[in-house]
C-alpha cells in the first residue's frame, strides 16, 4: 500500500507533470511572469466552465473575499452575516475593512450557516450575506437568496472549498457554485479541488459594472494608467499559476469525481456504525465536491482516535477546532454561547480524513479497518 497523505499532490502531478512542465518552461523562456497570455486565456476558460460572465484572477482567496466586499462599496459599521464554524479568512477580511461581522450557527448535518440564524441575525445595518459552500458542500442557495432579495442583501459565495459543485434550485435550474451570489471568491491554494502550484485566487460576478470596478480594484485602483480614481490593492494571480490552472481546469471535473467516489467508499464501510455520523449528501451527486471528507464521531472518543490513526500513520485533522465567535480577535459581547449550540458541539466531534483526487481503494479500507477497530 502507497503511503497514505491528507493531500497527494505529488501523486497528481505525476499525470500532468509533462504539459505543466512545458507550459511553465514557456514563460521561462519569455519571461512573460506578469500578466502572460496564460493569465487570460484562463480567465476565458473558467467564466466558460463555470458559465458566469466575468472573472477576475488575483493573488489568493482571501484577498478574492476582500476585494468582492470593497466591490460592492461596503462601509464600516455595515453588518455582514457569515457562518461561526469555517475557516477565518471569511471573518478577517470583513473585520479588516472595519464592516460588522455577525458570525451565526451552522446546520448540524450539512455544517452550512442556518438558514434559521440568518433570519434572526438580519438587523437594519445588515448589507450582506457571506454563505461558505463548507468541505465542499454546496449552501441552501435558493433560500440563501430569497432572503437576500427579501432584505435587499449582497450574497457573496464564499467558494473556496467548492469550485465545480453545481446546485440545483427547485425550478430544475443548475448552476455552479460560484455563480448564484452577486460575487464569489475562490482560492486556488494548492490543496483546494483546483489548486496551482503557489497561492492565487478569484473572484466572479455576472454584474458588469461590479466587475469593472474589481479589475480596477485589483489593480491599485486604476481604470486608467496611473489614474487611481479609488484607494485599490495590488493583487494579482502570476502567469505561472495561470499556467498550472489551465492544465488542471479541463481535470477539474475527473478529480471531483474521483473525491466522490473515494467518500462513498468511505460511507459504505462506516455507514451503520453507531459513533460515526458520516456526511449527508444534501442536493445532487454534484452538490458536494468533497473538500473534505468529514465524519462527527458521536459518544466516543474522539481525540483517541485521532491519536490512534495517526499512530498508524494515518493522517487526519480536525477542520475547524475553534468557533470563530471564540477567537480572540473576534470576541464581541453580543455573542451569546446559547445562540451557536451546533458549532460548539461540533468542533467536539469533527474529524477529517484523507481527501485527494489519489486516494486508493486499499488505503480507504485501512482507514476504515482502523477507525473500526479503535471504536470497536
Ligand atoms: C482556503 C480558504 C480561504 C482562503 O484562501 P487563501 O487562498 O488561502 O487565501 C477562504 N475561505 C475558505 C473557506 C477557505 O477554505
Known sequence: MKKIQMVDLKSQYKDIKEEVNQSIQEILENSTFINGPQV??????????????????????????????????????????????????????IGLLQLTPVL??????????????????????????????????????????????????????????????????????????GAMGHVSATSFFPSKNLGCYGDGGAIFTNDDELAHIIRGIVNH??????????????????????????????????????????????????????????PVIQGDDDSHVFHQYTLRIVNADRNGLMAHLQSKEIPCAIYYPIPLHKQKAYLDSRYKEADFPVTNQLVQEVLSLPMHSELEPDQIKFITDEIKSFLG
Open 104 to 177: 451565526v450557527d451552522v446546520d448540524p448535518k450539512t455544517f452550512n450557516i442556518s438558514v434559521e440564524a440568518i433570519k434572526k441575525a438580519i438587523t437594519p445595518k445588515t448589507k450582506a450575506i457571506v454563505p461558505v459552500h463548507l468541505f465542499g458542500q454546496v449552501a441552501d442557495m435558493e433560500e440563501i437568496l430569497k432572503i437576500a432579495e427579501e432584505h435587499n442583501l449582497y450574497v457573496i459565495e464564499d467558494n473556496a472549498q467548492g469550485i465545480g459543485g453545481s446546485y440545483t434550485f427547485s425550478d430544475g435550474k443548475k448552476v455552479k457554485t
Open 40 to 93: 487570460h486565456s484562463f480567465q476565458k476558460n473558467l467564466e466558460k466552465y463555470l458559465g458566469v460572465k466575468h472573472v477576475i484572477p488575483c493573488a489568493n482567496g482571501t484577498d478574492a473575499l476582500q476585494i468582492a466586499m470593497m466591490g460592492l462599496g461596503l462601509k464600516p459599521g455595515d453588518e455582514v452575516i457569515t457562518a461561526d464554524f469555517t475557516f477565518a479568512a471569511t471573518v478577517e477580511v
Open 221 to 278: 485602483g486604476m481604470y486608467e494608467r496611473y489614474h487611481h480614481d479609488v484607494i485599490g490593492v495590488n493583487s494579482r494571480l502570476d502567469s505561472i499559476q495561470a499556467a498550472v490552472l489551465n492544465v488542471k481546469l479541463p481535470q477539474l471535473d475527473s478529480y471531483n469525481t474521483r473525491r466522490r467516489s473515494a467518500a462513498n467508499q468511505y460511507s459504505e464501510a462506516l455507514k451503520n456504525h453507531p459513533n460515526v455520523i458520516t
